[in-house]
């Protein structure tokens, strides 16, 4: 069992940047592929970024490409989501998941766990 709990997420205007943390339970986070998604008012949870267990290859949503990036640090079991150039159209609950393989997907019915989501809002 995994347990995820993000964190960072809050009020911030138009081009602003925010830093999403994840905070993840277990002795075999090393061997998780990681994910973010986010959801927006009135939409469905939608894909944001993921990485491979060892970090090394990464993957995004063409909307944030070349504005968020994400990170992990296996030695303290946490996944980060940096996000520079906000924009209004990025708000939403941020969700960390993660699965049980160390491989990446962007669907979220392959992601096993679940955090409880942080909200972001992007002001214009």
């Known amino acids: 069992q995994v347990q995820l709990v993000e964190s960072g997420g809050g009020l911030v205007q138009a081009g602003g940047s925010l830093a999403l943390s994840c905070a993840a339970s277990?002795?075999?986070?090393?061997?998780?592929?990681m994910g973010w998604f986010r959801q927006a008012p009135g939409k469905e949870r939608e894909f944001v970024a993921a990485?491979?267990?060892?970090?090394?290859?990464?993957y995004y949503a063409n909307s944030v490409k070349g504005r968020f990036t994400i990170s992990r640090d296996n030695a303290k079991n946490t996944v980060s989501l940096r996000m520079n150039s906000l924009k209004p159209e990025d708000t939403g609950v941020y969700y960390c998941?993660?699965?049980?393989?160390?491989?990446?997907?962007?669907?979220?019915?392959?992601?096993?766990?679940w955090g409880q989501g942080t909200q972001v809002t992007v002001s214009s």
């Open positions: 998941a993660a699965r049980n393989t160390g491989v990446i997907v962007t669907l979220e019915k392959f992601y096993a766990y």
């Open positions: 277990g002795r075999t986070f090393s061997s998780y592929a």
């Open positions: 990485i491979d267990w060892s970090g090394n290859n990464t």
